[in-house]
């Protein structure tokens, strides 16, 4: 078995038994690092995930300073949908759609493709990213879920109330399906991608599919990711499954296969653990917490992967991105402390 089979990362997500939690965290490579606002002087956000060699760089920035025990590549969830004919801008609110998708029109406009003739750049960069990484670090690929990415489409942005997106939902429900299903087929296909250019596993980021009541989580989002999972059983790379403010729908989630599911500061671990029998869990450190004391990043790291030990495996991770201000000595201080940490 290669050195790469043998890491801890991918060992927890098989269920098999590790010393310790491995540990990385979400937007590990980005504003954070000094090193990372370096390179951002010279090209746009846009350009940057549209560069091999530049996406590569601030991947391994993390890697190089702190030692996390897996990558993640550098991108951005919108990657995708450009080339599906819906264009978009970032600035200083965040992305902003050129048109927002809100009748069948619009929706039927939308084009599917193969990934490597719109988004190819994504595959040249993780093969850059691997050659770098070698056989020691593991690299993870990533997408939007179906349901998040539809978000920013039918908002035009980002949103507090989704007035527009429940608007569809609510009176248009075949509406808003059709562009789930045009969008799970576009995100199979980017994410087999990935696995072809090398990646060692997936995470679907499912960021808002927990603004919806249960009931239309299961009707409308669940069969999408179920797809999207199922789309990606015969690669052999474990998948994780990430959906922000899970708590809820956690039973719902028992069934779906996938090796991993994300969770986030809002519930309890051991709850969790309890309710998602048979998976890994990854996370679920408030990314806040960073801003404490070293004491309590300390006593709150441990206290996590005291009850991920329970688990059929658990990767240490924040419950959410981190944040542009955190203190850089702090993040040592997590990495030092979940590194230190031995399963009695």
């Not at 329970?310 to 201000?325: K, S, T, W």
């Amino acid at each position: 078995m290669s050195d790469l089979q043998q890491c801890l990362f991918l060992k927890t997500l098989r269920g098999e038994p590790v010393p310790r939690p491995p540990i990385w965290i979400m937007r590990q490579a980005g504003r954070f690092l000094p090193e990372y606002r370096k390179v951002r002087e010279g090209i746009s956000f846009i350009d940057l995930c549209r560069t091999p060699e530049a996406a590569c760089e601030v991947t391994l920035q993390p890697i190089r300073r702190f030692g996390f025990d897996a990558a993640i590549m550098f991108s951005d969830i919108l990657t995708p949908l450009e080339p599906m004919g819906a264009g978009f801008t970032f600035g200083q609110g965040g992305p902003k759609l050129d048109h927002p998708l809100r009748d069948e029109k619009d929706i039927r406009a939308l084009r599917t493709y193969p990934s490597r003739e719109g988004v190819g750049f994504v595959a040249e960069a993780i093969g850059l990213m691997k050659r770098e990484l070698g056989d020691k670090t593991p690299l993870i690929g990533f997408a939007g879920s179906p349901f998040t990415l539809a978000t920013y489409l039918v908002e035009g942005g980002g949103s507090k109330n989704y007035e527009h997106l429940k608007t569809m939902l609510y009176t248009r429900p075949e509406l808003l399906q059709e562009l789930l299903d045009k969008l799970a087929e576009q995100i199979l296909d980017y994410l087999r991608m990935q696995v072809e250019a090398g990646v060692d596993a997936v995470q679907l980021f499912d960021t808002w599919g927990g603004i919806l009541h249960p009931q239309d989580y299961a009707e409308l989002v669940l069969p999408v990711v179920r797809r999207i999972m199922d789309g990606l059983k015969d690669t052999g790379v474990p998948r994780i499954y990430f959906l922000k403010g899970s708590a809820p729908y956690n039973h719902l989630l028992q069934d779906l296969d996938v090796e991993c599911c994300g969770i986030d500061w809002t519930q309890d671990l051991s709850r969790a653990i309890d309710e998602l029998p048979g998976k890994a869990v990854q996370g679920n450190l408030d990314p806040l917490c960073l801003f404490g004391s070293a004491e309590q990043i300390r006593r709150r790291a441990t206290e996590i992967c005291r009850l991920g030990a329970a688990a059929p495996g658990h990767v240490f991770n924040l419950g959410h991105g981190i944040l542009p201000p955190t203190p850089i000595d702090n993040v040592q201080t997590l990495v030092e402390t979940v590194q230190g940490f031995t399963k009695e």
